[in-house]
């Protein structure tokens, strides 16, 4: 995670399909930022895995 932007004080958007950890990393390395999770997912034909 060495390309993560460090001393941020303002807003960081993760936009992932994961777990968090890319904006958790984030949030460690910026802790005046504030972070927000979002989680979009698309399949397509209409239908979810199981």
Known sequence: MQHLPENIEGEIVDLSRGNGVIGLMAL??????????????YYGGGVEPA
């Open 28 to 41: 460690e390395s910026n802790p005046h930022a504030e972070v927000h999770f979002l989680y979009e997912s």
